[in-house]
C-alpha cells in the first residue's frame, strides 16, 4: 500500500525558508509516470497547488509561487522535499504531498490517487 507522510516544523519565523520533507512508502519515486505533488490549503481557503517533481527528477511550479518554491528529491531515502522561501504569514497553512500519475497542475483532490495526511505549518513571529 502506497504511503505519504509529511514531515518538518510546525511553526517558521517570517522570512525564513520553510522546509518540508514527504517520505513515500509503497512506491519509488523514480518508478514510470509517477509525479509528487505539493499542496497546500491555508485557513478558510480552497487547496492551491505548488508544484510537482517527476520520476524523471523534472520540476514544474505554480506561477504564483515560482520564484520562492523548490522542489527536489533524495531517491535513496525515497523523500520528496519542499523548499518555500521568504515566507509570510500568508503562508500558514495545511501542506500535503500528493501522487498522480501524470503530470498535474491542479489541487483537485480527485485528480491524486494518494494523499499524504498533511501537516500544519504557521509562519508567525
Known amino acids: 500500500q502506497v504511503q505519504l507522510q509529511e514531515s518538518g516544523p510546525s511553526l517558521v519565523k517570517p522570512s525564513q525558508t520553510l522546509s518540508l520533507t514527504c517520505t513515500v512508502s509503497g512506491d519509488s519515486i523514480s518508478r514510470e509516470f509517477r509525479y509528487w505533488s505539493w499542496i497546500r490549503q491555508p485557513p478558510g481557503k480552497d487547496l492551491e497547488w505548488i508544484g510537482y517533481?517527476?520520476?524523471?527528477?523534472?520540476?514544474h511550479y505554480s506561477p504564483t509561487l515560482r520564484s520562492r518554491t523548490s522542489i527536489s528529491r533524495d531517491t535513496s531515502k525515497n523523500q520528496i522535499t519542499l523548499q518555500l522561501y521568504s515566507v509570510t504569514p500568508e503562508d500558514t497553512a495545511v501542506y500535503y504531498c500528493?501522487?498522480?500519475?501524470?503530470?498535474?497542475?491542479?489541487?483537485?483532490?480527485?485528480?491524486?490517487?494518494?494523499w499524504g495526511q498533511g501537516t500544519q505549518v504557521t509562519v508567525s513571529s
Open positions: 500528493a501522487r498522480a500519475l501524470k503530470p498535474l497542475t491542479t489541487a483537485l483532490r480527485d485528480s491524486y490517487d494518494y
Open positions: 517533481i517527476a520520476y524523471t527528477g523534472a520540476w
